[in-house]
């Protein structure tokens, strides 16, 4: 359990109020460490240093997946303390409870600013209320919130989910045309990441669009891979024996993201069924992290859409013009491209970061 030290700064945004009693816990904070340092001989708080430091509470969904991981050592480089920034970074294990929980706790400490990377859209009505009750700017990253009232938090910064699924089925149509079957029956295995999460539901929504566009386009399965490799090998694994003797054919994997894809792939290696090249299924991700690219590049995975992880600059640069007094937009979209097994190469996958 951390110590909750207020620096000897205050942010732009913050009521007054909550300033002064800020003040007073530095104080105590201050003594009760300055005591200590003459009982144990040794100082716990470098006040100098720290006193101007931006503390800022980062919630963040878990670490489900290489993205996620990715995503979160952008979120504490640029947030750290040559940056300007005390991070407290709570990890919420994929569970919402452990982000109201997180999220209490900084209102508790009277962090600066929260940053919310929230699992899913809804519930999020009360604890952003606490948080503007007690004066802190909420920042939301990544996934969205659907909150009553859009002054529950400050402003949002991630992907545009929905475009990065469109991308996804045009280039399919595209692909689907050039392999001359744009008559075919497609069959479609639909591998879902965490229901209601917004990256799920504009992937989802994305594929579910092309499908009423393209009457020959069907779904025939949709699968819960909660975003992890473990989860979808499992349910892919299950489903793959099930249809083994059926004679049911998938013509195309759409994974809602690489971890997924992986367990989705050893899946079908286990029951020797073909994918990739020009004759296998088509399969289609989420997120074009490095592995995913160097899949891609073998043939095995047709298509990598990206959803680029490193918010932590955009984070950053937000937080300093709030500080700065500025009034940043509500929204702001990323702008994410894709990787296709043909026109990937060995340069791309070398400049990838993560
Ligand atoms: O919200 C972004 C998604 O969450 C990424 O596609 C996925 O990998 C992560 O778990």
Redesign the pocket.
Known sequence: MRLAIKKGREPAVKKRGAAVKMRKLTAIAMMLALMLAALTGCSSISDGDKKDLIVVGFSQ?GS??S??VANSESMKQALSEEEGFELIFDDAKQKQENQYKAIRMFIQQQVDYIVLAPITENGWDDVLAEARQAGIPVIIV??QVDVSNENLYTTWVGSDFLEEGKMATEWLGQELDKRGRSGENINILHIR?TEG???QIFRTQGLQDAVDENPNWNIVRTLDGE?TEAKAYEVTKEYLEKIRDTGEKIDVIYSE???MTFGVLKALDEEGIEYGGEEGIIVIS??AVKSSLERCLAGDITLCVE?NPLHGPRVANLIRSLEAGDVPQKKSYIIDTFFSAESITEEMIKERPY
Do not use: L, P, Q
């Open positions: 969904v489900e997946s993205w996620r990544d996934r990441g999460a917004t990256a975003y993201n690489d971890n989420f997120d959803c």
